[in-house]
């Protein structure tokens, strides 16, 4: 049997989070815009955000969270800590959530 070689994977200066955060400091975005710019998956997001908010700290940035909002009633989730969107609106139990977008802010 001959042996294969195992593939030579594309050489990236950057680390995922560091792309992420080339992302988050152009502009608003959610997590799916986020998930298509990087190439992850979209529910893996929110994990590597959280420890982008740590890292941000350190460097004296933050990560600002622009709220989700419910498009049936208009409530906003202003006091929500998670980072993933609600799955459903606690006035009016609807399902129809605007996504939370996130960016840097120094």
Same mark, same amino acid.
Not at 26 to 50: F, K, M, N, Y
Not at 54 to 61: F, N, P, R, W, Y
């Given at each position: ?6 593939? #030579?994977?594309?050489?990236? *200066?950057?680390? !995922?989070?560091?792309? #992420? #955060?080339?992302?988050?400091?152009q502009? +608003?975005?959610?997590?799916?815009? #986020? *998930? ?9 997001? +929110? ?8 890292? !941000?700290?350190? &460097?004296?940035?933050?990560?600002v969270?622009? +709220?989700?909002?419910? @498009? ?10 998670? !980072?993933?969107?609600?799955? @459903?609106? +606690? !006035?009016? @139990?609807?399902?129809?959530?605007? @996504?939370?977008?996130?960016?840097? &802010?120094p």
């Amino acid at each position: 049997m001959d042996a294969k070689e195992p593939p #030579i994977p594309d050489q990236r *200066s950057d680390t !995922l989070r560091q792309r #992420i #955060i080339t992302v988050l400091k152009q502009g +608003p975005v959610s997590t799916r815009e #986020i *998930s298509e710019q990087v190439g992850i998956a979209e529910h893996d997001v +929110p994990g590597h955000l959280e420890h982008i908010r740590q890292s !941000l700290q350190h &460097q004296g940035t933050t990560l600002v969270v622009l +709220p989700a909002e419910c @498009r049936k009633c208009g409530f906003v989730f202003s006091k929500r800590q998670r !980072l993933t969107k609600p799955g @459903r609106c +606690p !006035l009016c @139990r609807g399902e129809s959530i605007l @996504r939370p977008r996130y960016h840097c &802010q120094p």
